[in-house]
């Protein structure tokens, strides 16, 4: 293995936004030699991709071996190494595996790392990639009760999957979801959060996710590797070590105060309650006074950029929550240097209905926009910022509700950024359907739509339109008008 090597394109992150930018780059450039640097044995990929409306878009996600992209893609080099160091005035960049690398243009996609309530506690999981899932499931079935913080995706989907144990979920919201939905759709979905788990024989929408066991473990050296997706948990058994179902207790409104472990616990103040909460090997105090015994907890509040690796002797622009600022053609403040997914922030004025969250859906189009915008860059070509821009969409799934059936987010769902100037309409049918609309000024520029609505299209359509609907008033949720035909 050469020590040195001149590279045009070299991408670092083995997720959806770098694998998609390596694949861009190497079928646009099909005579060059594309690098993709990635800390873990396996890479995900997008299959099965949808494109549901003009800016809905599904998609399954598949962790294959990184053979499998160098078979599709000649030109495209995987090598499995983290990042030692980023020289960027230099256009040179370090593998941890002793490789050099000096480029033309790199674009970063490291990801996010866990945001950890508390560093270095032996009873504090974060889970974040498949190593700390996996490391989760074995812990769990020797578990009777866990404490899980956060109101994320993935907290949302561990406290429905768990099984056989206690769940204990803190969030410091009033309602569960507050990142994706309102307290209404909290309300509509928190019946599947209870009722008995029905058989999951049916196929899962994205792939398991998996240790290649050829490969190396990432956990080991301390590496991340790439983000899990919304259906992590599949093929992966969730259960506690106690024969039934203990059910979910949700304390709203509150945070983690302090975390002790059992000797912390015995020293402390709050020893005078050792035989009400029983002896367990941590507790947690939270800031509406309520203590817990539990086996471990589970850190779910998110995560945060992973930028350590480039930011030594490096004059990146950070935003506020850390991450690399971008421009609108995907470039940070270092020459020659893009950045796409989790590990950056938009630093261009957004479009009035589109904001960033740390999703797959966004790492997709970050990660293909990059790869046109160094494209564009490299063969002077001017480039105008993709239209997934202009109105915020994503499709998810929640509590696997009507496993058919799709959670629909368009636009400014949650109301962001419209302080008291709008307005609500909502439709629910419980069991059924829960349809929002979010008005300002009397034009729509946001709704939830769970269930089988059929509605997404028609309602992305008013949002883009800007078209005064005034004087339709509620009749524009009225369920016996077909809006479908209606603004056809």
């Not at 809905?56 to 598949?62: A, W």
């Not at 002793?98 to 974060?126: A, E, M, N, W």
């Not at 499931?137 to 899980?148: H, T, Y």
């Not at 196929?203 to 992590?232: F, I, M, Q, V």
Request: aromatic share 8%; proline share 3%; with cysteine.
């Amino acid at each position: 293995m050469a020590s040195d090597k001149q590279v045009r394109f070299i991408i670092v992150g083995g997720g959806i936004a770098g694998v998609t930018c390596a694949e861009q780059i190497a079928s646009q450039f099909p005579s060059d030699e594309v690098y993709l640097l990635t800390a873990s044995p396996l890479v995900k990929t997008v299959t099965n991709f949808k494109q549901v409306s003009k800016t809905l878009e599904e998609f399954d996600i598949e962790e294959q071996p990184s053979r499998v992209l160098e078979e599709k893609y000649p030109n495209l080099k995987v090598v499995q190494s983290a990042v030692k160091l980023l020289r960027a005035k230099e256009h040179l960049l370090q593998a941890e595996n002793g490789q050099t690398f000096h480029y033309k243009k790199v674009c970063l996609c490291s990801g996010g790392r866990p945001k950890l309530l508390i560093q270095d506690k032996p009873h504090v999981l974060g889970i974040r990639d498949t190593d700390s899932a996996q490391e989760f499931q074995k812990r769990l079935s020797k578990a009777k009760r866990i404490v899980v913080i956060g109101n994320g995706g993935i907290a949302l989907e561990l406290v429905y999957e768990v099984e056989g144990c206690e769940v204990i979920w803190a969030i410091k919201d009033k309602a569960i979801g507050n990142t994706f939905f309102d307290a209404g759709a909290a309300q509509f979905l928190i019946p599947s959060l209870e009722a008995e788990k029905k058989d999951r024989s049916l196929p899962c929408k994205r792939s398991r996710y998996t240790t290649d066991k050829t490969g190396g473990h990432s956990g080991a050296s301390g590496e991340l590797g790439s983000a899990l997706g919304p259906d992590w948990h599949e093929g992966i058994e969730l259960k506690g070590a106690e024969q039934s179902s203990s059910g979910v207790h949700i304390e709203y409104e509150c945070e983690v105060d302090e975390i002790f472990t059992q000797q912390e616990f015995l020293q402390s103040k709050l020893r005078t309650k050792k035989s009400e909460l029983g002896m367990w090997p941590a507790y947690v105090q939270l800031t509406n006074g309520k203590v817990y015994g539990c086996d471990f907890v589970v850190s779910a509040t998110g995560v945060v950029p992973n930028t350590d690796p480039f930011l030594h002797g490096n004059n990146f622009e950070l935003a506020a929550d850390h991450g690399l600022r971008v421009d609108d053609h995907m470039r940070t403040s270092e020459r020659d240097v893009y950045a796409a997914g989790d590990v950056c922030t938009t630093g261009w004025e957004p479009s009035a209905l589109w904001q960033q969250m740390r999703l797959w859906t966004q790492a997709r189009q970050m990660g293909w926009y990059a790869a046109r915008c160094m494209a564009a860059d490299v063969l002077e070509e001017p480039i105008e910022l993709d239209f997934c821009f202009e109105l915020f969409s994503h499709i998810t799934k929640f509590f696997n509700y009507k496993a058919s059936t799709s959670v629909v987010l368009l636009g400014k769902f949650n109301a962001q950024g419209l302080g008291q100037d709008h307005e609500l309409l909502v439709r629910c049918t419980k069991g059924h359907e829960y349809v929002k609309v979010v008005l300002t000024g009397g034009r729509m520029v946001g709704a939830v739509l769970i269930g089988e609505t059929d509605l997404e299209e028609t309602f992305e359509n008013l949002i883009l339109n800007q078209m005064d609907l005034s004087r339709y008033g509620e009749e524009l949720l009225n369920p016996n008008i077909d809006i479908e035909d209606y603004f056809d």
